[in-house]
């Protein structure tokens, strides 16, 4: 199977924002984009980005799972970084249309359609370090994938970072690729060092998410994870799981958890750790390492409520179980 986001649907849906007005979408091939060197958003990062899917259902139906979510994150992504708005309807339209376009593409699960909404500043301007673009270009990109953890959803090892942060502090809520960038070298080192998956940022103590994941601590009926502030991205999947865990009478809550806390319950015979995301869905933690000590979370395999979550939301978006919250959209 293909590496998930690397093959793509040929053509996609785009529109442009100039002279203060935006221009009326439309489906263009997906090969290549033509972009002025000076492009604002190739100096100046202004860049931002969103992660969904559509899923097939039983019936042959496709589904948009809490596009909503997804379009208003984008708009306050937009926002924050100083791009120019755009109306809900109007990337909602364009995401229906392209989705309909390739609707026969779709995989049937536990494969999906990942959207790739992506907002960019094209003005041709290098002397905007500290001005906004005045033009831009939102297109939606398409993607099918498969299981993101075909053979089997493997305990991850997360090393802890408590000095580097992911990214700056009020950046974290906004999905925007420089993030991404800049949490690319701790990333890279936990890899060589400690053969970690993945990093769990945690700067100054506070445990707050990895690289592209919410973190989930679940101990016994409760589950623990970061209350939303500014400094880490606000998956619409820590959202879904954390109201089926309510569903299911567990206590959620949402407040800072520092590491000590984390290491000690984690040390608990039935604790269980995960990362929630559009890709990961919910996918076991088994190993937290600090510094070079590795802390074995539970049992250090994938712990039964882990996949219970993971199991009661796929069934929601495999049109297996009612979907009691709205969350899904025919196309
Ligand atoms: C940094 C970061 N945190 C969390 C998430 C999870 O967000 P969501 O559940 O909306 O996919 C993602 C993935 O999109 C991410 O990139």
Known sequence: ?????????????????????????????????????????????????????????????????????????????????????FETPMLEQMIIDIVRRF??????????????????????????????????????????????????????????????????????????GGNYASALQPILKARASVQADQVLFCPGGDVQETGAANFLLIDGNEII??????????????????????????????????????LERAAKPGAEAALSGTAAVLTPVGTLIRGTQEHQVGSGEAGPVTMKLRQALNAIQWGKAEDKHGWLRKV
């Open 1 to 85: 199977m293909a590496a998930f986001g690397t093959v793509f649907m040929p053509e996609m849906a785009v529109a442009r924002f100039s002279d203060g007005a935006w221009s009326s979408a439309e489906i263009v091939s997906s090969n290549s984009i033509s972009l002025h060197p000076g492009a604002h958003v190739l100096h100046y990062a202004s860049t931002c980005f969103e992660g969904l899917k559509a899923f097939r259902h039983e019936d042959g139906s496709i589904h948009l799972f809490r596009m909503d979510r997804n379009v208003a994150r984008m708009q306050q992504s937009s926002q924050l970084l100083s791009l120019p708005a």
């Open 103 to 176: 609707a026969a593409e779709v995989p049937a699960p536990p494969g999906s359609m990942y959207i790739r909404p992506t907002h960019i500043g094209t003005e041709a301007a290098i002397g905007k370090a500290a001005a906004p673009t005045l033009s831009s270009m939102l297109y939606v990109l398409l993607s099918p994938v498969g299981d993101y953890f075909a053979g089997g959803a493997k305990p991850l090892r997360l090393l802890l970072e408590e000095n580097g942060a992911r990214c700056a502090a009020h950046m974290g809520m906004v999905k925007s």
């Open 225 to 262: 994870t970061k209350a939303l502030d500014t400094s880490f991205l606000h998956g619409v999947t820590r959202d879904s799981i954390l109201t089926l865990a309510r569903d299911l009478g567990m206590t959620v809550s949402e407040r800072e958890l520092s590491v000590e806390e984390l």
